[in-house]
């Protein structure tokens, strides 16, 4: 009887360590072919704003900016469906400024007060080397400029490099590097323009 009573613990046991061992295995291999937690909730803003999106090219929209609320959102693309992929890169290399907070985090849902903010430095003027950063990045940036057609993105942007050249002395290369990453046209590759709609 007692061995019997010893045989089912032992039994019982055995058959616990196998469930936690197989969980413990099925968990660290899962690990290879799920997205990790924090990317789920990229995945759903992702879902949210290229489903959502409230931002258009028109120069309705860019006079638009100046009567929004400061809490309001500019969000979604412009031109192309946004991609998943060029998304997640965007966000990730934009952490490389998240020290800067007029560098926004995602080129897909700016702060309405944050781009009236960038539109009021677009007219300022430059110094000679200062206006050669400038140059450089509309030459060197993948959409030859801020953005792929002269819409709010444009002068948001162009408004950015001019705050970033003449308050943080960036150069022309790491203005270039914010506009590649903080394109919001959507899609994956160039999509130069600068058409005004």
């Not at 089912?8 to 290879?32: D, E, P, R, T, W």
């Not at 990229?42 to 999106?53: E, H, I, P, Q, R």
């Not at 409230?54 to 192309?80: E, V, Y």
């Amino acid at each position: 009887m007692a061995l019997n009573l010893i045989g089912k613990k032992v039994h019982i046991a055995v058959m616990l360590f196998m469930v936690i061992a197989a969980v413990l295995y099925i968990g660290s291999s899962s690990k290879n072919t799920e997205t990790p937690l924090v990317n789920q909730a990229l995945v759903a803003k992702f879902d949210y704003l290229s489903k959502n999106g409230n931002s258009s090219c028109s120069q309705s929209f860019q006079t638009s900016i100046p009567a929004m609320s400061d809490n309001a959102r500019l969000q979604g693309s412009c031109c192309s469906p946004m991609s998943m992929h060029r998304y997640q890169e965007q966000v990730e290399g934009l952490k490389k400024y998240k020290d800067i907070p007029d560098i926004p985090s995602d080129p897909y849902d700016i702060e309405a007060g944050l781009a009236k903010k960038l539109l009021s430095y677009y007219d300022l003027q430059l110094t000679p080397q200062q206006q050669k950063a400038y140059d450089y990045a509309m030459q060197n940036s993948q959409e030859k400029g801020p953005c792929c057609c002269k819409c709010w993105r444009w002068y948001v942007y162009g408004g950015l490099g001019k705050l970033l050249i003449r308050e943080k002395g960036f150069t022309g290369q790491q203005v270039t590097e914010v506009w590649n990453l903080s394109d919001g046209c959507g899609g994956e590759g160039d999509h130069v323009s600068h058409n005004v709609s």
